[in-house]
């Protein structure tokens, strides 16, 4: 039933662009569209292979690496499609993660935790951005005292996060 709900909407979203302009930029593109799909498949794979690592001993061994990298994938589908932001597909990976055995808090606790590393990391991300952002500008100085201060509260923030998980 799912499958024939995702292929009706592929049809309409294919229908509602044109499938000659798509078919065109298709031709265009040739065998090389196949390349923009591997950065995406090796990030979710050591996405996946991190996520791995938050799930106990005995949920990894109900669970294998490829069912964990469906199951992302299956909760992506979901945060591209749905009007509530990154989270919406959360719920959708705990669901998957009890039916494969994983019991249920230990599943959300999982997606708490790689949802506050993946904060954490884009924001020292942003951080690191900003530096080059300042270098390339040339804002030396100027730049070096909010890039120390936004600094600080990433890393303020990353303690602030994984202190309120710790109490619960």
Request: aromatic residues 8%; positive net charge.
């Amino acid at each position: 039933m799912i499958l024939l709900v995702g292929l009706g909407l592929i049809a309409w979203l294919l229908e509602d662009a044109g499938l000659a302009q798509v078919e065109e930029h298709m031709r265009r593109l040739g065998w090389s569209a196949g390349l923009a799909l591997v950065p995406y498949a090796v990030i979710a794979f050591f996405d996946a292979r991190g996520w791995a690592c938050t799930l106990s001993d005995e949920s990894r061994r109900k669970v294998s690496l490829l069912r964990l990298y469906l199951v992302r994938m299956a909760g992506e589908a979901v945060n591209s499609v749905t009007p509530a932001a990154a989270v919406g597909g959360e719920p959708v990976k705990a669901m998957l993660l009890r039916r494969n055995g994983v019991p249920g808090a230990e599943a959300v606790a999982s997606l708490v935790i790689t949802k506050t590393a993946l904060t954490v990391t884009q924001s020292l991300f942003v951080v690191i951005g900003l530096a080059g952002l300042f270098e390339y500008e040339e804002l030396h100085w100027a730049g070096m005292g909010l890039l120390v201060a936004l600094l600080g509260l990433c890393v303020g923030f990353g303690v602030l996060l994984v202190r309120m998980q710790r109490r619960r």
